[in-house]
């Protein structure tokens, strides 16, 4: 099979558990969608078939990026919400007059699902063009069998046509819906009544809940995580975002792939996590755009070896950010996470988060997914660790996803 050659790149492979496996004057050889060779020019296997050549002028490349968290798919925004804030109303006061998470369920079910396509297709290529390869999209903005399907609906429909790998999750445990008011446990009853229905129809990869004062107990939690288990889904959790409910320990219970959020996380939820290999998905937009003042617990995270990722949240409530480097930025600047844990959060630790282990790093066997990053523009990208500088900058890189380049659409 024909191999094509990218050389001239300054790699950040990310291999091994540390650095950013730099490597000068790298090279890169791809087959179909996979990564054939990758390492420095001099060493560049001879004698092979090489049908394209692309000469890259040393440009920085990393893997592309990967943002585990969103919640891309929803009708309507919530900009007077931002304004009643900063008026002084807060967002769980908010919540609980029922706007919040349930006044976008109302504009998502009121809107038809190709518009709920079409606002998420935009909103997806956003996120590309800031180099994104592999995106989770959460549903949680439907909240009934029917319109948590069309949410899930939309997240495949975005992978099927898009340059872009989607993973979906039914987060439908995310908010209880006007016509269960008073009564969540009977909602828990009918999401996990749902779930096997949604599985079947091939929309679900895994299964989140919104473990919080504001929306589901842990007991709650675990009915929901029950009822992924035996259909074989694995889990991930909003855990500890606005107040300590154990629920990051409770996910690992589970083997969740992630815990997100955290803000409120405690030592035994640490430690669960460290014993479980559940990653810590750190979102600074929420933490920001809610202007949180508890920091999750970083360093303590760092000395447990958690893995930490990184993600956008976007979402229309708390984190309505659709550019992953100013994640970055703000992971160093608000978490003091470095530039380099920044990078690997977007890259092999998000993969991980959502149980993806064939990309986030550029070695052979890998994914042909990478970022060749500009060197002008006026915001040159040289060294990977300036992928955390440029605040608040769009920079655009060339995207290659599965081995073909995409346009810069
Ligand atoms: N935590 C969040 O920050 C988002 N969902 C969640 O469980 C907020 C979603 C929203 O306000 O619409
Ligand atoms: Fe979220």
Redesign the pocket.
């Known amino acids: 099979m024909s191999l094509s050659l990218w050389r001239g790149a300054r790699l950040a492979t990310l291999t091994g558990s540390s650095g950013y496996g730099l490597v000068d004057d790298g090279a890169l050889l791809v087959q179909g969608d996979r990564l054939h060779w990758v390492g420095p020019a001099t060493a560049l296997p001879a004698g092979l078939d090489v049908t394209a050549e692309h000469e890259l002028h040393g440009a920085l490349v990393t893997p592309g990026l990967v943002d585990c968290h969103t ?1 891309l798919v ?1 009708g309507g925004h ?1 900009g007077h919400e931002f304004e009643r804030r900063l008026n002084g109303v807060s ?1 769980e006061q908010i ?1 609980r007059e029922g706007g ?2 349930r006044s ?1 369920v109302g504009a998502t079910r009121a809107a038809s699902e190709d518009s709920l396509y079409a606002d998420a297709e935009a909103r997806c290529r956003q996120l590309m063009r800031e180099g994104v390869t592999t995106v989770e999209v959460k549903s ?2 439907g909240l009934s069998a029917e319109h948590e399907a069309r949410c899930l609906r939309v997240a495949r429909r975005l992978g099927a046509t898009l340059p872009v790998t989607v993973r979906s999750t039914c ?1 439908s445990a ?2 209880l819906p006007p016509e269960f008011a008073g009564r969540s446990d009977d909602y828990i009853a009918a999401v996990c009544a749902w779930l096997p229905e949604l599985h079947a129809q091939g929309l679900v990869d895994a299964v989140d809940a ?1 473990c ?1 004062a504001i ?1 589901f107990t842990p007991v709650q939690t675990r009915r929901v995580f029950d009822a992924a288990r035996a259909l074989g889904l694995p889990v991930k959790l ?1 855990a500890e ?1 606005l107040s300590d409910q154990g629920g990051a320990a409770l996910g690992a219970g589970y083997g969740a792939l992630s815990a997100d ?1 955290l803000e409120h996380l405690s030592a035994d939820g640490i430690a669960a996590m460290a014993r479980a290999g559940t990653v810590a998905v750190l ?1 600074p937009g ?1 933490y920001y755009f ?1 202007r949180e003042t508890k920091l999750p617990p970083v360093a303590a995270l760092r000395r447990a070896g958690v893995p930490i990722a990184l993600a956008t ?1 976007h ?5 309505p950010t659709l550019s992953p480097l100013l994640m970055l930025n703000m992971a160093c600047t608000l978490f003091r996470l470095t530039p380099e844990e920044a990078l690997r959060g977007m890259t092999v630790n998000g993969a991980r988060a959502l149980g993806l282990r064939d990309r986030g790093q550029l070695v052979a066997g890998q994914r042909a997914d990478f970022a060749i990053w500009p060197q002008a523009q006026g915001c040159p990208i040289e060294h990977p660790g300036e992928l955390s500088y440029w605040l608040g900058q769009q920079v655009t890189p060339r995207v290659v996803w599965g081995g073909q380049e995409r346009d810069k659409a």
């Open positions: 919640h929803y919530r967002y919540a919040g998470i976008t949680g903005y987060l995310h908010a919104f919080e929306a909003h975002q959020h979102l929420a809610l949240d979402n229309p409530g708390s984190s």
